[in-house]
């Protein structure tokens, strides 16, 4: 088996065992814990004060463009992994290729830093 | 047998998930089963011994794209649970003419002959692939960079338009 | 039927290593800030159950395990009891990558993936879907808004910890853990091209510690200000598997520090006689807290019993070197106190630093550290390039 199949088949099997040791703790706690069911334990929690209102309530359009803004970064960092491993056998050139790359997202991070999308207020 | 039981056993992690997401009238877990289809396509890109893109497809899609997706959902009315209505009046025409479409694939799929691979996949780790990207497809590289950017600008453009 | 046996030796390592993570990780990691913010507070932390408190968290786990689960009102059951299972697994997924030292012939290490920081990034963004859907399924606009304000913390600051990995793998020329740590028997990274070494450290360890929602970046959990944030409704074990999701994921950006950065599992590369200096230097330390008037301040002895292990430990490589046994000591030996230095490290600025407000964080995140980190990459391509 190739090792790249065997390094995720490993990890596979990591993420299977991981849920079903996560669980036993659960299980444990289902045959031991007591189940008194009360209407006031399932009120949900606002600090002694009956909750009012629905859960949800209007966001701001704030948590869309960070992540927005994240994801744009997150496919350049992608583009930085294999350049950073090949970069000094491919000469000088190869360089300059990354710095034109990241000198264009680097405008689109100072235009959304002008345009306010990386405010919070 | 190895490797069809695991393209199996992926299929259906993707395909199951895949149908929740359309049929699921609960929006938020419509957008969590996407996870196990993407996990899924990680899956096929191991089998296939693309290393990198496996790892880009979890660091991107189940870490970065859904969580967009449930930022988005959570700001509009389906983050308070109201049931989303996922079936409308044309279901039997669409039903109609997506399985026509399955029959037409299948029919090509039979009747077409597959040439089997031979020899080992070409090497997909990422020392070629940056390789690649830095010396023949060097053009490409660069105007990605101006699509990212667009998307950015666009996406601030839209979102800010609202206020 | 090798794949069978392979699947064995990955079961009973998963075993072993989520066995690790939940006793010492979690259970101890627990004690250990509980009695590290005791000292630091002048106080002395658990010290009644068992010898020191050493049995403090063994308790609290059975306490746990009998606490009843309470689901709130119209949360969503299914979604609400994934949530925790998500950030447990993902946390001790990290580990997979995680390489202890070397031994028996190989490396001790689960497995070597050839992207191994890639791997390790996917993972850490794994635990924000955890806590994303724990906030909204908890039907609780607190635990919603604790839930969203802490993804965005996480998604805002998994850029700078990408940028930190990268410089690292820049230097070493491979994406892979083991391949980082062999090329730094040269010198630890840390110092390498300074001080953009110590600058990428330094982001790399802002960022860890805002992945982790730690102080001086808790905002979205501060037990003050959102109550529990995202985890608010949770009781019982599903909180305790919040808690060592949490903890998993703190010593796994530790080891992962200790690994870019300060040489991994190799022992420093010193000459004998600065080891017998900072022996020298321990045994002072020691014979001052233990001697002076110093000796009566109770809570000194766990200083008194540090310098006493860092003098040990410089005597051992001082007589190892003299003997000329290379390396002195196992290499997982240096690779725990380089985990456990980090840790401390991190406790250690819990107590120190004032919370950041939630504006002031992402503001360092996008407007200083993403910014100086991409600097630090390209100014490190630019030496690197030019030193050919």
């Known amino acids: 088996m190739p090792k790249v199949v065997l390094d995720w088949l490993y990890v596979g099997v990591f993420a299977v065992v991981g849920v079903v040791l996560a669980v036993v703790p659960l299980v444990v706690v289902w045959l031991l814990a007591p189940r008194l069911s009360l209407p006031q334990k399932r009120l949900t929690y606002e600090s002694g004060v009956v909750p009012f209102g629905q859960a949800w309530a209007q966001f701001n359009v704030r948590y869309y463009l960070f992540a927005l803004v994240f994801v744009v970064f997150d496919v350049e960092v992608i583009y930085l992994y294999p350049w950073a491993i090949v970069f000094r056998q491919l000469g000088a050139f190869a360089f300059y290729e990354m710095v034109i790359f990241l000198g264009i997202l680097l405008v689109g991070l100072a235009y959304a830093w002008r345009k306010g999308a990386l405010e919070w207020v | 047998m190895g490797e069809l039981a695991a393209f199996i056993v992926l299929s259906l992690v ?4 895949a149908v929740i997401v359309v049929t699921s009238r609960n929006i938020v877990r419509s957008a969590l089963s996407l996870v196990p289809t993407f996990l899924g396509v990680t899956g096929f890109y191991i089998m296939l011994q693309a290393e990198f893109v496996a790892g880009i497809q979890v660091l991107i899609y189940a870490g970065a794209i859904t969580v967009l997706i449930l930022f988005v959902i959570m700001l509009t009315e389906g983050g308070s649970g109201v049931d989303v209505r996922q079936m409308n009046e044309q279901v039997p025409l669409g039903a109609t003419a997506a399985l026509w479409l ?23 780790n990422a020392a070629t692939i940056g390789s690649a990207f830095l010396s023949s497809y060097v053009l490409i590289f660069e105007v990605t960079s101006l699509v990212l950017l667009l998307s950015l600008i666009g996406a601030i453009v839209i979102a800010r338009r609202e206020e | 039927m090798s794949t069978f046996v392979e699947i064995l030796k990955a079961i009973g390592l998963a075993v072993l290593i989520f066995t690790f993570l939940a006793v010492v990780g979690a259970m101890y990691g627990v004690y250990l800030e509980r009695k590290i913010s005791g000292w630091i507070q002048v106080r002395y932390g658990p010290m009644h159950v068992g010898r020191w408190g050493l049995l403090q968290t063994i308790a609290d786990t059975i306490k746990l395990l009998q606490k009843e689960h309470i689901t709130p009102r119209r949360a969503d059951v299914m979604i609400f009891n994934t949530a925790p299972i998500i950030v447990a697994v ?6 997979v990558v995680i390489p202890f030292g070397t031994g028996f012939g190989r490396y001790l290490v689960v497995r070597d993936i050839n ?82 070494g110590f600058l990428a450290a330094l982001l790399f360890l802002a960022a860890a510690t805002a992945e982790v929602n730690r102080v001086p970046f808790d905002l979205p959990e501060a ?50 006689w600065v080891w017998a200096l900072l022996g020298i230097g321990a045994l002072a330390m020691a014979a001052f807290i233990r001697f002076s008037v110093l000796r009566q301040v109770m809570l000194v002895r766990p200083i008194l019993a540090l310098a006493v292990l860092g003098a040990v430990i410089c005597g051992l490589m001082v007589l190892g070197i003299g003997l000329g046994r290379t390396p002195v000591l196992p290499s997982i030996v240096w690779f725990f106190i380089k985990l456990f230095a980090l840790v401390f490290f991190l406790m250690w600025m819990r107590w120190t630093y004032p919370r950041l407000r939630l504006d002031q964080l992402l503001n360092l995140s996008w407007k200083v550290l993403l910014p100086v980190g991409l600097l630090n990459i390209l100014l490190t391509g630019l030496l690197l390039t030019v030193a050919q």
């Open chain 2, 102 to 124: 399955a029959f037409l694939i299948l029919v090509v799929l039979f009747r077409t002959q597959w040439p089997a691979a031979s020899g080992q996949p070409p090497a997909y």
């Open chain 3, 90 to 95: 993902a946390g001790l997924l990290d580990w």
């Open chain 3, 223 to 272: 037990e003050s200000e959102l109550v529990a944030g995202y985890f608010a409704e949770y009781t019982g074990m599903r909180f305790a598997l919040f808690q060592l999701g949490e903890y998993a994921e703190m010593y796994a950006m530790s080891a992962m520090a200790a690994i870019l950065f300060l040489g991994g599992w190799l022992e420093p590369n010193m000459p004998q």
């Open chain 3, 115 to 196: 992207i191994g920081v890639v791997y390790f990034a996917a993972m850490a963004s794994l635990t924000v879907i955890g806590i994303l859907t724990a906030g909204w399924a908890s039907n609780n606009k607190y635990a919603l808004l604790g839930g969203l304000r802490s993804a965005s913390q996480m998604i805002s600051y998994e850029i700078p910890l990408a940028l930190g990995l990268l410089w690292a793998a820049m230097i070493a020329g491979t994406l892979s853990t083991v391949g980082i740590v062999e090329a730094q028997r040269g010198g630890w990274f840390l110092f390498k091209v300074p001080p953009l």
């Open chain 2, 14 to 17: 993707i395909l199951i998930p």
